[in-house]
Each structure stands twice: as structure tokens, then as C-alpha cells.
């Protein structure tokens, strides 16, 4: 009699260890084979099981018939006159997926997409103005990252950023165990420290976010709710004083401190009135503010402010006080900066 076992093959890269070792459990095998996989496929970046010398052929031939190892396919490498390098991935439905590596003195930091489109509407947004297509799956997610480790001449890459395209928190059930992955200390070993979670502000949601997860960065982008709302629809469901308390009430550790992003709109949030309603609103919170001056598009009318208005506001927080960096834009000449990711889709119309 031919017993045949009828069952999917795994993607490893949507996977956690915890996962991975009650399914190799349930099989019989040792524990400790899940740590050698992780370590095999992404401390040593390995991706065939034939490759992994410590295994039997046996094991080998196991783990083949039972997981497959495919980072997202690339479609496209754009490389900016900075340095900054963004990847365009094709999905198995022939969604685009985009990510962008940034270097900056000692650091490599590669900013990652958690869906494709998003549902927050934010009207200065480019992927806000797509809409939502679909949640991505942690294998896509760790499969963009490992995507980009198989690019030639990519060094080591030291931080994550979850600030691409859609919003990580609408997305909790397959970002959170990609988080788990990337930390994993056999495999990609980040420190939370190295994570930082962009979000709108889905207090919710961000409740259940243990402060060691990742680092938070909110979306503020205005200091008060009529403004706010006028950009960012999810205010009139979280609004700035729920922020703000949720702030105040973050039970991190010393060193971490949550950061505010504030993005700079010619006309719309940038003045001298906006900067001390912002120092006002803060006041007292444990905080680092990121500036981000508007990344145009052809799609939308918003335009970025001088550099002067930029710089009047930033000295008016520094002078109150705030631990105030302006972000530059990077990758913008390949529409990989802030807002810009997901232009194809509009493209398309
Ligand atoms: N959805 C998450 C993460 C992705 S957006 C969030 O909104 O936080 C990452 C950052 O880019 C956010 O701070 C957002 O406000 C900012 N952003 C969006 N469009 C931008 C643009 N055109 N120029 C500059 N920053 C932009
Ligand atoms: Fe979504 Fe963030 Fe863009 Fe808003 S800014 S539409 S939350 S990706």
C-alpha cells in the first residue's frame, strides 16, 4: 500500500522559531534543528537545505520536501545619485511590493513595506492615495529582506525600518511575527533598538505592542485635531489628546523614547504658530521629533516648504528644548523617499 500524505509545502521566511520547532517537533525531531535552520538560512544566508553541512541527508531531504525558500523575486533595482537604492518586488499575484536602502554614515537601514496600498487615507500619502489592495504576509515581509540580502555588493544591513508602503498596525497579525523572526538571536539577530514601527497612531492596536517589540515612531503631522483631521482621516477615531496620553503613559526602558514624525507642508502645518502649538502639545512627554519636509509627487498638490521655513522651525523646537532632527530625504530622484512608494499603481491609473 502507497500511503500518500496530501499537505502544502511551507514558505520558511513566514516561519517563526517558535513555529518551526512544534512543527519539527511534531515530527519527532530534535528542538535544536530549528536554531541550526535559522542560522543556516539567515545569519549564514544560505538557501539551499543540500547546503547545510551539519544535517544528514536525510533531514535534508525533509526539510526539502517540507519548506521553500524564495525571497521575493526582484523586478527592479533603482539606484539614487545618494546612494539610497530602492527594490521593486513582484508578488506571486504580480503585486509590487517596494523597499529602500538607505546608507548613512556607518549604518544601512532598509525600510520595508507591510502591505500593498494602505486603508489610512492620509491625503498627502501617494500609497494612501492607492488605497488598500491587501495585507502582506510575513514571508513577504521577511522576504523582502532577505530579497534584498541576495543583491550584490548589499553589505551588512544594520537597522529596520517598517516605513514603506502601508500602515504596519493595521497589518498586527503577520507584522508581529516578522518582528519575532528578524529578532531571533540564531538567525538575523536585531535588537529591538535596531526596529523601529512607523505608525498613524492606532492606540488600539499599539497598546498590545510590548515597549521591547520595536522602537514607535507616530505620524503626528499636526499639532492640533482640525489640521490633523484635515490630513490624516484615523484622527477623528484616535485624536491627538489619545496620542498624547498614550505617550505619556509608555512604560519603556531609559535609553528608548518614542518619536514623533511631523511632516512639513508648505502653507498647511509649517508655520512659526504650528511650531509652538507642537512644543505646547508635547510638553512634558518623553519624546524625540523627526521633521520630514514634503517629498512631492505629481500626483498630489501639496508642496514642500523652503529650506528657510524648515530651518525657522526647527530652531524654535530646538529652542524649547526638543531632541528635534530634520530627516533629509533620501532616494527622492528615484521616488524612493517618504510617501513616495507604490507611484506605479497610480500610474497604471
Ligand atoms: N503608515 C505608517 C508608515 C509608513 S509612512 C505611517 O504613516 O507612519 C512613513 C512616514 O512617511 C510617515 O511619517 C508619513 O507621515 C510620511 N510621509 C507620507 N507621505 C509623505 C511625503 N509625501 N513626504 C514626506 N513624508 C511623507
Ligand atoms: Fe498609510 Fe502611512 Fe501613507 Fe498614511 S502616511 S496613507 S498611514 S502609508
Known amino acids: ?26 515530527l519527532g525531531k530534535e528542538k535544536y534543528r530549528s536554531r541550526q535552520l535559522f542560522k543556516w538560512i539567515y545569519n549564514k544566508n544560505v538557501l539551499e537545505f543540500g547546503k547545510m553541512t551539519d544535517l544528514s541527508k536525510s533531514l535534508i531531504n525533509m526539510f526539502k520536501d517540507m519548506f521553500f525558500l524564495s525571497p521575493l523575486k526582484t523586478k ?21 511590493v517596494e523597499s529602500v536602502l538607505i546608507p548613512d ?11 500593498i496600498g494602505c486603508r489610512m487615507g492620509c491625503r498627502f500619502c501617494v500609497t494612501g492615495r492607492i488605497g488598500f489592495i491587501r ?8 522576504g523582502q529582506l532577505m530579497g534584498v540580502r541576495q543583491h550584490p555588493g548589499v553589505d551588512k544591513i544594520t537597522n529596520i525600518v517598517l516605513m514603506g508602503m502601508g500602515e504596519p498596525l493595521d497589518n498586527f497579525d503577520n507584522v508581529m511575527p516578522a518582528l519575532e523572526i528578524m529578532k531571533e538571536p540564531s538567525g538575523l539577530d536585531f535588537s529591538h533598538r ?50 498624547v496620553d498614550f505617550v505619556r503613559n509608555y512604560k519603556a526602558d531609559r535609553r528608548t523614547r518614542i518619536t514623533f514624525e511631523y511632516v512639513l507642508i508648505n502653507g498647511v502645518n509649517d508655520s512659526l504658530e504650528d511650531a509652538e502649538k507642537l512644543a505646547k502639545l508635547l510638553k512634558g512627554l518623553k519624546c524625540k521629533i523627526n521633521l ?7 500626483f498630489i498638490d501639496f508642496k514642500r516648504p523652503s529650506e528657510k521655513t524648515v530651518e525657522r522651525f526647527h530652531n524654535h523646537l530646538i529652542n524649547r528644548y526638543y531632541t528635534t532632527i530634520v530627516r533629509d530625504s533620501r532616494g527622492g530622484d528615484i521616488h524612493g523617499a517618504c510617501g513616495q512608494l507604490g507611484m506605479r499603481y497610480l500610474d497604471q491609473g
Open 292 to 298: 520630514i519636509p514634503y517629498n512631492e509627487s505629481p
Open 135 to 142: 495585507n502582506l504576509k510575513t514571508s513577504e515581509i521577511i
Open 1 to 26: 500500500m502507497v500511503l500518500i500524505i496530501y499537505g502544502s509545502m511551507e514558505n520558511f521566511y513566514g516561519l517563526t522559531l517558535t513555529q518551526l520547532e512544534s512543527i519539527i517537533g511534531a
Open 105 to 115: 554614515k556607518d549604518r544601512l537601514t532598509l525600510c520595508l513595506s507591510s502591505q
Open 194 to 243: 535596531r526596529i523601529t514601527l512607523s505608525t498613524v497612531g492606532l492606540i488600539g492596536v499599539l497598546k498590545s505592542v510590548m515597549p521591547k517589540t520595536a522602537g514607535i515612531a507616530i505620524s503626528l503631522n499636526a499639532a492640533d485635531d482640525k489640521t490633523r483631521s484635515e490630513l490624516m482621516p484615523i484622527n477623528r477615531l484616535y485624536p491627538i489628546e489619545e496620542i
Open 76 to 96: 527592479d533595482v533603482f539606484s539614487s545619485k545618494d546612494g539610497t537604492m530602492k527594490f521593486a518586488f513582484v508578488c506571486d499575484d504580480g503585486n509590487i
